[in-house]
């Protein structure tokens, strides 16, 4: 198959689905290998964005995902609804902030290095889809294990959590003695 033409089949399916979807999808729908995927989606890309084109391509873990450019937010919401959303308060910001950095992670870590019952700022993450539960940790209760979400990376506007600001020395240590209770 042309390249052309599975660049206008990726066009078409990322523009339908409207949510991202993983290049082994990608794969399966366009009858092509991974590093070929990979290349027409990366040539797409750069394409979008040396056009200055009023959408892009996004990656978001190991899926993509067609979204506006930010500098014609103005423009979109003149013509769109606004959700209403009640902002994330500072102790559930707190809360994602730690599963971000230290996921997967218990519910139980979460409260001893904040200090504090956790339950209803786990209750708006998952609410928001910006965590999900992983699996369970092998220990006494099989407590579950939480992660962060793609809706989490689309959020902030990252690829992997690997791109999070690095914390410093301090604060990474005081956050591995404390991880010790899920040990």
Do not use: W
Not at 26 to 35: G, P, T
Not at 59 to 79: C, L, P
Not at 125 to 140: F, K, N, Q, S, V
Request: charged share 30%; with cysteine; proline share 3%.
């Amino acid at each position: 198959m042309e390249i052309q033409r599975i660049e206008a089949i990726i066009e078409a399916v990322l523009f339908a689905s409207g949510d991202a979807i993983s290049v082994e999808r990608l794969c399966e729908i366009a009858e092509v290998d991974r590093d070929t995927m990979q290349s027409i989606i990366f040539r797409l890309s750069d394409a979008y964005n040396y056009q200055k084109r009023g959408i892009r391509i996004v990656q978001i873990g190991d899926k993509y995902q067609m979204a506006t450019r930010g500098e014609f937010a103005e423009y979109v919401q003149k013509i769109i609804e606004p959700r209403k959303r009640n902002p994330i308060s500072k102790a559930t910001l707190e809360v994602l902030a730690i599963i971000a950095y230290k996921q997967p992670v218990t519910r139980s870590t979460c409260e001893h290095i904040r200090g504090v019952n956790s339950d209803n700022s786990f209750s708006r993450l998952l609410e928001l889809g910006l965590i999900e539960e992983t699996g369970r940790l092998d220990a006494p209760g099989r407590p579950a294990l939480f992660a962060t979400t793609d809706e989490f990376l689309r959020n902030f506007a990252i690829t992997s959590v690997k791109e999070l600001p690095a914390l410093d020395e301090f604060i990474i240590e005081e956050i591995v003695n404390m991880s010790d209770i899920d040990k």
